[in-house]
């Protein structure tokens, strides 16, 4: 969904470096998420936020910190990347309700 | 724990056959239900949603059922196209989960020309 992007699309990095991943969006939505896929598996859900000042843990949550710098971007970042954390990430945004919208995914791979 | 998952990882079909894509859920007190699909190198896109307060819901080819008794939703796709090839995923919520998404592990949907 070109409302919520993603950057960058891939990364690769090596073990004990600090990367952010970053999100937008443009639809003007309250909360945000991070979530990691890994093959075969569903979504997980990492961090989220529901406002500026509104941070909470998710399932997995160790090893990740975030950002909410505006109601419009939500960064992810891991403090020393390690292999087990290459994956797929995702950041989606929702109102009120329950559906959530996401973007086109950032592509992390730890050497 | 509460969970939500899928009865088949692949499903294949022929070209404009129907497909059916089930998923089971194991909390009782989820009462909203969406599917999303997922194709290759994209993020989940919202398909179709459906309360707790109804048994069935239909989309532009799309139709979803919600059996409360059995706790199981299926999601019908009429007319099976090629660019329906993707992952299904399933996910639900309820006030006793924060309104939070709970996601399936998803089913992959082959279409055979």
């Known amino acids: 969904d070109a409302d919520v992007t993603q950057t960058p699309r891939n990364r690769i990095t090596k073990t004990g470096k600090r990367i952010m991943l970053e999100c937008s969006q443009t639809?003007?939505?309250?909360?945000m998420y991070w979530y990691r896929q890994d093959p075969g598996l569903g979504l997980r859900l990492i961090y989220y936020s529901f406002d500026v000042k509104d941070i909470n843990k998710g399932e997995i949550s160790d090893g990740y910190s975030v950002s909410r710098q505006a109601q419009a971007k939500f960064s992810l970042s891991l403090e020393s990347a390690i292999p087990n954390q290459t994956a797929l990430y995702f950041c989606?945004?929702?109102?009120?309700?329950?559906?959530?919208?996401f973007g086109a995914g950032t592509r992390l791979s730890v050497l | 724990g509460e969970s939500v998952g899928l009865h088949l990882p692949t499903l294949s079909v022929q070209e404009g056959d129907n497909s059916i894509i089930n998923c089971a859920y194991s909390n009782s007190a989820s009462d909203y239900f969406i599917w999303y699909k997922q194709e290759s190198g994209k993020g989940p896109q919202f398909i179709i949603d459906i309360r707790s307060n109804m048994d069935k819901r239909q989309g532009q080819r799309v139709t979803v059922l919600l059996n409360k008794t059995v706790k199981h939703l299926s999601l019908q796709i009429a007319a099976t196209q090629p660019g329906d090839s993707a992952v299904y995923f399933c996910?639900?919520?309820?006030?006793?989960?924060?309104?939070?998404?709970?996601f399936g592990g998803g089913t992959r949907l082959m279409v055979k020309p």
């Open positions: 989606a945004t929702s109102d009120h309700r329950e559906v959530q919208y």
């Open positions: 639809k003007g939505h309250d909360r």
């Open positions: 996910a639900e919520s309820g006030y006793n989960a924060g309104n939070m998404l709970t």
